[in-house]
């Protein structure tokens, strides 16, 4: 006879769990939109380096909540990127990806790897480093570890893309469709709903506990 496995979770809360993953996921999409849309549209000239900062400066937002660089870089800014990309015929599968998506891509990767180390919720690895410190005696709270960080992080973040712009530049250089497509995308998804905005306030909280 089979045995039957039990699980700490009945069903209904794993799927309820699943959604509330997915809503978050989408939101910090809908905010880092707004990022992209105000960011491009303020700037005149707006070119595939201002769309570069937006994306990276959406990750800095996200960083001290979102303890997880993965679910920032591939499951929100990568997927806008994307978008900005394809609307600009910029697709490796067509070998285009040099008009502008590549460009974005590296942008994006390297400014991920900068936000992750300035904030000790920004990664998982960060809080066992402090860990592993407090074990050797010194102790580091997250206001330390933010004011250490702050000034080399966001220094590095204003360098990274101007220096790949250099290096790698794109073939596209003026983008004024990126806040058009970003404010489009918004009207779309629609405004943020009470239980939403209640469900952010607990991911925050929760972040700094």
């Given at each position: 006879m089979a045995r039957r496995t039990t699980t700490l979770f009945p069903d209904c809360c794993v799927g309820w769990f699943g959604n509330l993953v997915d809503?978050?996921?989408e939101r910090c999409g809908s905010a880092s939109l707004a990022f992209v849309r105000d960011f491009c549209s303020d700037c005149a000239g707006a070119d595939s380096k201002t769309a570069a900062y937006g994306l990276i400066g959406t990750d800095l937002v996200m960083a001290p909540a979102i303890p997880s660089n993965t679910a920032r870089a591939g499951g929100v800014v990568y997927p806008i990127a994307k978008s900005i990309a394809q609307a600009y015929g910029s697709d490796p599968q067509n070998k285009t990806e040099r008009k502008i998506g590549s460009f974005l891509t590296l942008s994006i990767f390297q400014g991920n790897v900068i936000t992750s180390a300035m904030f000790l919720t920004a990664m998982a690895a960060n809080p066992l480093a402090v860990k592993l410190a407090g074990q050797?005696?010194?102790e580091i709270s997250w206001g330390q570890w933010a004011l250490a960080a702050i000034v080399p992080g966001l220094v590095s973040l204003a360098v990274i893309p101007a220096l790949l712009y250099w290096l790698y530049p794109s073939e596209i250089k003026s983008t004024p469709d990126a806040a058009r497509m970003a404010t489009a995308k918004?009207?779309?998804?629609?405004p943020i709903t009470v239980n939403e905005w209640m469900m952010s306030a607990v991911?925050?909280?929760g972040a700094f506990k």
């Open positions: 809503t978050a996921t050797a005696g010194i918004l009207q779309e998804m629609g991911f925050v909280l």
